[in-house]
């Protein structure tokens, strides 16, 4: 089979590592039963059960295995076989998982093998020609991993590794993983402060501790000086609502695997809320509209509540409980491709003031199976999709076409942003809906005096506070713009007999509006900088016997630059420009 090149190459490389992995695993493990050996977007991994839980110490002699079967340059030969012939050749090697994808395939499916060495696999491919092709790898890690994502279903070990086609983009690559792994959200929340997730609450469910709660309610602020300027009100709905609500939204029916277990009070059904917009409804619904109301923007940041499986969470970027940063516009058909663009407007401005310069944008349409998973007309489909495709197309924004990934109620735009390190993540997401205005029946009266359906369009730019919070602490390595870092200043006496005049550096900073802290530990002077700058502190002022002699402090800044001496009104004209424009880089000094 011919090898191919770019990207599709480097995959086959990835799904033949995979191969020769599991070829390694069954010379340690002669009994292991094999799961799946796919490739990924950065490398492969292989599901095994296996007779014990492995340990690091493995990975390496799996490694080394991985090697010996890659220097004997394997050819990867396909075969096909008869569904007989496979399911007696997989059960008499005892692998009751490869017998059950057999018996899953459907009957006129080809069954087929691939074989490198003395390893054979029911797979599809492709591959590449040899196992000498396959570059340079490394195993990553073991993780769990449930038998085809069913958590009643065994539990294998999953063993990650990646494959480049040279060793200096294999070392490229190890060092953005490392990188990342400085940079994770989760470390960064204890060593900082910021937040924490404790069994004893439930899992998912995060707790904001002072610091983590400084910088989400400025997140807030900002969030709602934006969206009112560009004329929303906001609103505050329960976070409980009767199970007929969700019926009528149809989240009962296409969302009901996300839904927390019901409450029963007084006769009725009660459902955690997991989404905002039918509450958003019901206040449109509230009293009769006119054309001339329109466009009407309802945001809230409303907290809700959906049952992730325990398998998926991750520190604040998956959670069970989530505050979306949501909105919905009520407008006329000839109005939504106009509140699309102002989405798109806000969404830009947002992404300048975090630093966030690079982005992609998928547009999510229906598929054309027509597998019932979609509701409403495909008139009112396909009116929808043309006007977010206006929409990108008046920002000038190419956009890839994505099928099957639209919510069940409506096409949708999703933005994902390249975070400091180019890892993308998904933010923003656009949705016009038809379908929940028909279904909760309001309407507005038209220029005509008819009753027409208003357009519906669901949009949150952050996504979630959690999930932006997370995004953003590993965007900036926990070392967050001034405006937003929990504590800006940090004042540092190198005496106890300077602490009275420290005191007074802090509180002039208080009142100029700066967070301030004085660190009046018996620790050295040098020590408690050496804090300051861990903490990620942007700015420390220290001061001695000469700087109150001058009148001054000494300023140092978090990345170690030594400003000197500087007068406190000198200081605050350097900061509070950079605080006012939220600037997400500048810390106001030149080096």
């Not at 204890?190 to 400025?218: C, M, Q, T, Y």
Request: proline content about 5%.
């Amino acid at each position: 089979m011919s090898s191919g090149n770019g990207d599709d190459r480097l995959s086959r490389m990835r799904h033949s590592a995979a191969h020769v992995l599991a070829t390694a695993m069954l010379d340690l493990f002669p009994d292991a039963e094999l799961g799946i050996g796919p490739p990924t977007d950065d490398g492969f991994y292989y599901d095994f059960q296996l007779p014990r839980a492995l340990t690091p110490d493995d990975l390496q002699t799996l490694e080394t295995s991985m090697q010996q079967h890659k220097d004997a340059d394997y050819t990867f030969e396909y075969s096909e076989h008869r569904r007989n012939e496979a399911l007696e050749y997989f059960k008499a090697h005892n692998q009751p998982f490869k017998v059950e994808l057999i018996n899953d395939l459907p009957n006129d499916e080809t069954i087929s093998y691939f074989t490198s060495g003395p390893f054979v696999d029911l797979c599809r491919g492709p591959h590449v020609d040899t196992t000498g092709d396959i570059g340079a790898f490394k195993l990553l890690s073991i993780a769990g991993a449930y038998w085809r994502g069913d958590e009643h279903r065994p539990q294998l070990q999953r063993v990650y590794g990646t494959t480049f086609e040279t060793e200096d983009e294999l070392t490229a690559h190890l060092d953005r993983l490392e990188e990342a792994r400085r940079r994770d959200h989760r470390t960064l929340a204890r060593d900082l402060d910021l937040f924490s997730i404790n069994p004893s609450v439930g899992a998912g469910l995060v707790l904001w501790h002072p610091k983590g709660a400084r910088i989400r309610e400025l997140l807030e602020t900002y969030w709602r000086e934006e969206h009112r300027k560009r004329g929303y009100d906001m609103v505050y709905t329960p976070h409980i609502g009767r199970r007929e609500l969700w019926e009528t939204s149809g989240h009962t029916q296409w969302f009901a695997d996300g839904l927390f277990p019901e409450m029963e009070l007084e006769h009725q059904t009660f459902i955690n809320k997991p989404m905002n917009c039918p509450f958003h409804v019901q206040i449109y619904g509230s009293q009769t509209r006119s054309y001339r109301d329109l466009p009407l923007r309802f945001g809230e940041l409303g907290t809700v509540y959906r049952f992730e499986r325990s398998g998926t969470l991750h520190g604040a970027l998956r959670v069970r409980g989530l505050t979306q940063d949501d909105a919905h516009i009520f407008c006329r058909q000839d109005q939504f491709a106009d509140e699309v663009s102002g989405a798109l407007d806000l969404a830009k401005s947002v992404y300048a003031t975090f630093g966030f310069n690079d982005y992609k944008v998928d547009l999510s349409v229906r598929d054309t199976a027509g597998d019932g998973k979609f509701v409403g007309s495909d008139d009112l489909w396909g009116l929808a999709e043309q006007g977010l495709i206006d929409a990108l197309d008046r920002h000038d924004i190419p956009y890839d076409r994505v099928e099957g990934e639209a919510a069940f109620y409506g096409p949708k735009i999703d933005i994902q942003v390249a975070d400091a390190i180019g890892r993308m993540w998904q933010l923003t997401t656009i949705q016009v809906d038809f379908n929940l205005p028909e279904r909760f029946d309001i309407s507005y009266e038209a220029e005509d005096g008819t009753r027409k359906r208003p357009v519906m369009v669901h949009r949150a730019i952050f996504g979630a506070m959690e999930r932006f919070f997370a995004v953003l602490t590993e965007h900036f390595a926990g070392a967050f713009p001034v405006w937003l870092a929990p504590v800006q200043v940090v004042v540092v006496p190198i005496a106890d007999r300077h602490g009275a005049y420290c005191t007074d550096v802090a509180n002039r900073l208080i009142d100029a509006g700066l967070r301030v802290e004085i660190d009046q530990r018996a620790e050295r002077m040098n020590r408690k900088i050496r804090d300051a700058q861990l903490q990620k502190i942007p700015y420390m002022l220290i001061a001695g016997d000469r700087d109150i002699e001058a009148e001054q402090v000494s300023v140092r800044l978090r990345t170690g630059g030594d400003m000197g001496g500087q007068s406190v009104d000198q200081f605050l004209a350097s900061v509070l420009p950079i605080v006012e424009s939220r600037d997400p880089v500048n810390l106001g000094f030149s080096a």
